[in-house]
C-alpha cells in the first residue's frame, strides 16, 4: 500500500512537482475537503498505477488534475493541485514512511521555491497558457511498464533536459527519482 501511495502520488508530482516552505505558524489550514479529494484519487487509482502501464496513471492523475482534461492543464489547475496536495501532506505527512516523507516534502518544497507559474510555464512549450500531457511528457517515455519504474529508469526519463527545462541543477532532481 506504502509503494502504491508513492507511485500514485509520483503521477501528481510529475507536472506539480510542489511542500511547505513555510513555518507551521503561516501556513493555511488544512483542508478537509483537499485531504479527501487527494485520498479518494489515491485510493481509487493506487492499484492501477502500481500495476498497469504508465499511461493508464498518468490518466488518472490527469482527470484529477485538470479542469477540462481533454484541453489540458491551466495554471489555476496547477495552483489547486498544490494547494490540495500541500492540505493532504500537512495531513498525513505523519502516517508516511521517512522516505516518503522526505521524497515529497522534498518535491514540494521544490515546487515552492521555483513556483507553480515557472514550474507550469516551464512545460507549456507552446505558451498558450495550457499544459498538454505531451508538453508535460517531453521528457519522459512511456512504456508498458508502471509509472514508478518508469520513472526510476534513467533511459526513460531524461533528467538533463528536464533540470533545464526547470532551470535546476541535474543532481537537485535525482532525490525525486529514487526507488
Request: hydrophobic share 45%.
Amino acid at each position: 500500500m506504502i509503494l502504491a501511495k508513492r507511485l500514485t502520488l509520483m503521477s501528481l508530482l510529475l507536472w506539480v512537482p510542489a511542500a511547505s516552505a513555510q513555518t507551521p505558524a503561516s501556513r493555511p489550514p488544512v483542508n478537509q475537503a483537499d485531504v479527501q479529494a487527494v485520498q479518494s484519487f489515491i485510493d481509487s487509482s493506487a492499484a492501477s498505477c502500481q500495476t498497469k502501464p504508465a499511461q493508464t496513471c498518468v490518466d488518472a492523475a490527469w482527470r484529477f488534475a485538470a479542469g477540462t482534461p481533454q484541453k489540458a492543464l491551466t495554471l489555476q489547475d496547477a495552483q489547486t493541485v498544490r494547494q490540495r496536495l500541500g492540505s493532504w501532506y500537512a495531513a498525513r505527512q505523519a502516517e508516511l514512511l521517512p522516505r516518503e516523507r522526505s521524497s515529497i516534502g522534498f518535491g514540494l518544497l521544490m515546487a515552492d521555491s521555483l513556483g507553480i507559474p515557472h514550474v507550469h510555464a516551464a512545460f507549456d512549450a507552446n505558451r498558450d497558457g495550457r499544459v498538454t500531457q505531451q508538453e508535460l511528457l517531453a521528457d519522459v517515455k512511456l512504456d508498458k511498464r508502471p509509472l514508478g519504474d518508469v520513472m526510476k529508469d534513467p533511459a526513460a526519463v531524461d533528467r538533463q533536459s528536464l533540470a533545464r527545462r526547470l532551470g535546476l541543477p541535474p543532481a537537485l532532481l535525482e532525490g525525486l527519482f529514487q526507488p
